[in-house]
Nanobody, 124 residues
Framework: QLQLVESGGGLVHPGGSLRLACAAP????????ISWFRQAPGKERESISC????????NYLASVKGRFIISRDNAETTVYLQMNSLKPDDSAVYYC?????????????????WGKGTLVTVPS
């Protein structure tokens, strides 16, 4: 059973950067589209960014476009979310999710596998 593990969260001051990683130990993510979500206390889960299995297609939430970059490593074992110019509103638990898909797109529903999340805190 594929299990996703997020890492890279932490506390960072406004304007700082973090790089989150999503990995599946013992598995390749070569055939999976990966999506990132976040959920802050008392708020609904937000879909932030996704990347197709080939890496050719990406999508971003409007509020993070231009600040966050999603990418895949060449070994196809890890997907990254580079987060720059962080703001207090970016504070949340960040989750990655995967779906087996060879389509030239990615999406935020019907995900098959989920990680347990990593906490990002940007104090005001």
């Amino acid at each position: 059973q594929l299990q996703l593990v997020e890492s890279g969260g932490g506390l960072v001051h406004p304007g700082g950067s973090l790089r989150l990683a999503c990995a599946a130990p013992g598995f390749t993510l070569k055939y999976h589209a990966i999506s990132w979500f976040r959920q802050a206390p008392g708020k609904e889960r937000e879909s932030i960014s996704c990347i197709s299995s080939s890496g050719a297609y990406t999508n971003y939430l409007a509020s993070v476009k231009g600040r966050f970059i999603i990418s895949r490593d060449n070994a196809e074992t890890t997907v990254y979310l580079q987060m720059n110019s962080l703001k207090p509103d970016d504070s949340a638990v960040y989750y990655c999710a995967a779906e087996y898909s060879l389509e030239r797109q990615c999406k935020y529903y019907g995900m098959q596998y989920w990680g347990k999340g990593t906490l990002v805190t940007v104090p005001s």
